[in-house]
């Protein structure tokens, strides 16, 4: 009888478990193909617990994509990302993605324009590491510091 309960007990706290962990977002991520910084910037999503599907466009595509979402010249990067109404584009590291979506401001998403050396999927960071801005990219097209690397 004893055993019955403890089974019992152990079978609802593992349901219980299952329903308070958080499903894991999905974010889309637009790309052309054979880019091997996407697919390394997708990896480091994903060991932060982001599910990721890529999908590969042409560059005139993409291109046309990321200004019909909004961005411009000197904003871009070579892949962007979509998660729970936000554009995310370029080497975002994951913490900065999931406070984007903890404190959802009135922005199009987030930006690191370029690719700087050091970034998520950009090589390792440490001392040989380019400094980098995440910023906030407002909807009136300006932008703000949302981060700092490193």
């Known amino acids: 009888m004893i055993g019955a309960i403890k089974g019992m007990v152990a079978a609802i706290g593992m349901i219980v478990m299952t329903v308070a962990a958080p499903a894991a977002q999905t974010i889309e991520i637009m ?33 046309q994509r990321k200004m019909q979402v909004g961005l411009k010249q000197g904003l871009t990067s070579c892949h962007t990302g979509f998660i729970g109404g936000y554009v995310v584009e370029g080497h975002v590291p994951a913490r900065e993605i999931a406070r984007l979506l ?20 950009m090589g390792e ?18 932008t703000k510091v949302f981060a700092s690397y490193p």
């Open 102 to 121: 903890r404190e959802r401001p009135d922005a199009i998403g987030l930006v690191v324009p370029d690719m700087p050396y050091g970034s998520p999927g």
């Open 125 to 142: 960071p440490g001392p040989d590491a380019d400094p980098y801005k995440v910023l906030l990219l407002r909807r009136d097209g300006s």
């Open 31 to 63: 790309s052309t193909s054979g880019c091997g910084c996407c697919v390394a910037w997708a990896r480091h999503l994903e060991k932060n617990g982001y599910v990721t599907k890529l999908k590969n466009l042409t560059m005139g595509d993409l291109w």
